[in-house]
Structure formats: structure tokens, C-alpha cells
């Protein structure tokens, strides 16, 4: 269910963006986990932006994917610290104790496949409705969320894994059809997925194979914000992996 190996290397790092505001914020939903924390230290260490704040269940204030509220309170408090110029969710689901991804349409459970949508489509749209209206007129901002490349039709061909597939599916259709609003009100704004590879975290663990390449979460992190300082007007509405390739839909 994982990429092959890849030898391509994804773009460079920045010292500090070259592409957004240094007097803006920059903010991270899912800030307490693997890839959200490794975002954080990133950003932190490049100081590229005037303010940095990161959500999850811990901070104050807290965010909880399943309770709007929590999640307007959260972007309202960003954008109180002015300009939001970079907006990353960092959030996703695939397993834990009670729930496993499918190996046959035998295992698709009604409870699992809401939830999987719950946290994985409805969440980061909810997130979306809040954030995107809060983004600059003018000047590049942009807002990224954490897709996976078994969210793609068009490149399934082992099948299996049914509730993160298809919600994964339904939260990339959910990032074009909001670009296209994003750009009526933001020309210059970019709303896009990133496919971050297989990361070494708690999601991703139990699933490693032999023949895949593995990043770490600082590698993940460097990667996508490469990514992010090299998108352009152009990208938004897209799905890249995180060499900055577009990935099929």
C-alpha cells in the first residue's frame, strides 16, 4: 500500500521563504503530531514568519476535529496575530486500537467508514470554511492539507484500505472544489493537497515494508515546506507529492 522507492530528491528546504511575507503567521492544525511537530520545529528554526502557532487537543487553545466551534475559535485567534500567510493541517486517521484499514470489502463497517470521514473529509473541510475566508486579498498565502496518494483513483491499483482511500478521496475534491471559491476572493491564494510520502510515524508503523522509502518526520516536514515556498497562482485546485510532482486524481 506504500510508494517504491523513489532515488528523485524533493526540493530544497528554505533557509527562510523566499515566496511568503516574513510579517505574516504561519499555522499548523495537528501541531502534536508526528509530521505537525516536525512542521513546527521547522518553521521555528527558519523563522520565516513574524508569528507561529500550532493547534491540537493540548494547546490553548485546543482544536477537536469533531467540534466546529473549537476550529473557528482557533482560526479566529491565528488571524487575530495578523495576516495568515501559511496554514498547514497536519491532521489525519488511518488506525488505532479499535479500528484497522480494510484488506476486503468483508471488513467495510458503516461506524468506521463515518468516522474515517469524520476526521479524515470533514474535519479539514470544517477547517477550510474557517481559514480560507481569512486569508490575505492579495499577496501568495497559502493553505495545505495533508493528503495521501492511496486517495488517488486514479493510482489505486492494489486496492483494500476503503475508509482512508475514500475519504482521503473525498478531502482532495473538498480542497479543488474550495480552491476554485478561493480564487474568486484571493487571486494571488493557493489551496492544495500534499501527498507527504510514508513518514516514520505512529500512522504509518504498523504498515512499513521492505523497499519503501521511509522519511523521517524533519525530512517530511523539510520537504513539504520546500514544496510550499516553490507553489505559484497556478497550483492552486492541486495535489503534489512532496517532490512537488502533481499527483493523479
Not at 520565516?48 to 493547534?55: D, E, N, R
Not at 473549537?70 to 485567534?77: C, G, M, R, T, V
Request: proline content about 6%; hydrophobic content about 45%; some cysteine.
Amino acid at each position: 500500500m506504500r510508494e517504491p522507492a523513489r532515488s528523485a530528491s524533493g526540493p530544497t528546504p528554505p533557509a527562510e521563504f523566499r515566496s511568503l511575507s516574513k510579517t505574516g503567521v504561519a499555522v499548523i492544525f495537528g501541531s502534536g503530531g508526528g509530521i505537525g511537530s516536525a512542521l513546527m520545529d521547522a518553521l521555528r528554526s527558519n523563522g520565516s514568519f513574524a508569528h507561529l502557532v500550532g493547534f491540537n487537543r493540548k494547546t490553548t487553545p485546543s482544536i477537536d476535529l469533531m467540534n466546529e466551534a473549537s476550529l473557528e475559535h482557533a482560526a479566529k485567534y491565528a488571524a487575530g496575530m495578523g495576516e495568515l500567510r501559511l496554514v498547514i493541517d497536519a491532521t489525519g486517521f488511518l488506525h488505532d486500537e479499535r479500528q484497522r484499514p480494510e484488506k476486503s470489502w468483508r471488513q467495510i463497517d458503516a461506524g468506521n467508514l463515518a468516522r474515517s470521514f469524520a476526521l479524515n473529509a470533514i474535519g479539514p473541510a470544517l477547517i477550510m470554511k474557517h481559514v480560507l475566508p481569512l486569508l490575505p486579498r492579495s499577496g501568495k498565502a497559502v493553505f495545505a492539507t495533508l493528503s495521501a496518494r492511496v486517495g488517488s483513483i486514479g493510482d489505486n491499483r492494489l486496492g483494500g484500505w476503503y475508509a482512508y482511500r475514500a475519504s482521503k478521496a473525498a478531502l482532495n475534491q473538498l480542497v479543488r472544489t474550495s480552491a476554485v471559491e478561493l480564487a474568486r476572493q484571493s487571486p494571488e491564494a493557493i489551496c492544495v493537497a500534499l501527498h507527504p510520502g510514508t513518514v516514520a510515524t505512529s500512522l504509518s508503523a504498523p504498515f512499513a515494508a521492505t523497499g519503501l522509502k521511509v522519511h523521517t518526520p524533519s525530512e517530511a516536514a523539510h520537504h513539504l515546506l520546500g514544496v510550499v515556498d516553490e507553489l505559484t497562482a497556478a497550483s492552486n485546485g492541486g495535489f503534489f507529492d512532496w517532490r512537488g510532482q502533481p499527483v493523479t486524481w
